[in-house]
């Protein structure tokens, strides 16, 4: 009652975006809804019920703040989430394996969001607007600034973040731009899926979170 289902006559160009998602994902376009709720927050949520369907609620403010190709990226995130069985997955007590697992479920969907958008600053750039709330016009053109902030960031600032579900914002944009320098990001191609290059990625990434998250 509280949503505005997106459909090609009511929000053609958002329809449009969730359309050239779930094809370039190799997703049958009819299993997701797409819905609007009005919120301030940027935010997003994917529920799913079976294997056949999926509905993903954008906030208004979240589609107000980003362009087509950041709204790419959020909505790949989501369906990262429906194509990898997380939001299907029994909700279990959430203790710290159960956390860990959980943030790097949002590491695997970033990725997706990025093999989506296919522009690392255009995935950075949404970060900035995700952590900050601030519109385009006050953001420069240089995303990948973003990483320098990590050397500021105290990791003995005593911050007990071992409750938390999500990586940071800063672990999140670490991740995406060590992927985004694999070659199967750079090829676009799975010929050039290197597991040893992933796989020494990810170490590089869990040394990152155990750093930050005790």
């Avoid at 997703?27 to 079976?50: M, Q, R, Y």
Wanted: glycine share 4%; charged share 25%.
């Amino acid at each position: 009652e509280n949503t505005l289902l997106v459909t090609e006559k009511i929000t053609p160009k958002i329809y449009k975006i969730v359309k050239n998602v779930t094809k370039k994902l190799y997703i049958e376009p009819d299993i997701v809804e797409v819905f609007i709720t009005p919120s301030s927050d940027l935010n997003a949520v994917c529920f799913s019920a079976h294997s056949e369907h999926c509905a993903i609620i954008l906030h208004s403010e979240l589609v107000e703040k980003l362009n087509e190709k950041e709204l790419c990226f959020v909505i790949g995130h989501e369906l990262g989430h429906f194509l990898l069985e997380h939001v299907r997955h029994k909700e279990e007590k959430n203790n710290i394996e159960m956390l860990k697992q959980k943030r790097a479920q949002e590491i695997s969907c970033d990725r997706i969001g990025l093999w989506v958008c296919g522009d690392i600053n255009v995935a950075l750039n949404t970060l900035i607007k995700l952590t900050s709330g601030l519109s385009q016009k006050h953001i420069g053109v240089d995303s990948m600034a973003l990483l320098s902030q990590m050397k500021k960031i105290d990791k003995q600032s005593g911050l007990d973040r071992s409750s938390s579900s999500h990586p940071p914002w800063f672990i999140r944009a670490f991740a995406l731009f060590h992927f985004s320098l694999s070659d199967f990001f750079l090829r676009k191609d799975q010929e050039f899926f290197r597991e040893n290059q992933i796989n020494n990625i990810n170490k590089r990434i869990e040394r990152k979170i155990d750093e930050y998250i005790a």
